[in-house]
């Protein structure tokens, strides 16, 4: 079983930044990628950014490049999402997850789930 923890979730003003926290315990050597989802009200949830545990090969949602940097901290076990210039459309629950399979893009192919954390952006 993998355990994961986001944080840093909140209320930001439009052009402002956020970053999001995922930490991951337990059998995390058996996962190889971590990944970001969200999920507004009434949509699906969609695919946000990637990266490897071992090499940090990294993927994005075309429409959030520029905007979202991911990166991780192996030491700690911990997945990072740097959010700048957010946008009211980018209010929604993000979600952190952990895939041992090699589509990072694919949300389906995530085997373990965060709880989520609500990141509101005011305009």
């Known amino acids: 079983q993998v355990h994961l923890v986001e944080s840093g979730g909140g209320l930001v003003q439009a052009g402002g930044s956020l970053r999001l926290s995922c930490a991951a315990s337990?059998?995390?050597?058996?996962?190889?990628?971590v990944g970001w989802g969200r999920q507004a009200p009434g949509k699906e949830r969609q695919f946000v950014a990637a990266?490897?545990?071992?090499?940090?090969?990294?993927y994005y949602a075309d429409s959030l490049k520029g905007r979202f940097t991911i990166s991780r901290n192996n030491a700690k076990n911990t997945v990072y999402l740097q959010m700048d210039s957010l946008k009211p459309e980018d209010t929604a629950v993000y979600y952190c997850?952990?895939?041992?399979?090699?589509?990072?893009?694919?949300?389906?192919?995530?085997?373990?789930w965060g709880q989520g954390t609500q990141v509101t952006v005011s305009s």
């Open positions: 997850a952990a895939t041992s399979k090699f589509r990072p893009k694919i949300l389906s192919d995530y085997d373990y």
């Open positions: 337990g059998r995390t050597a058996e996962t190889y990628f």
């Open positions: 990266i490897s545990w071992n090499a940090g090969n990294i």
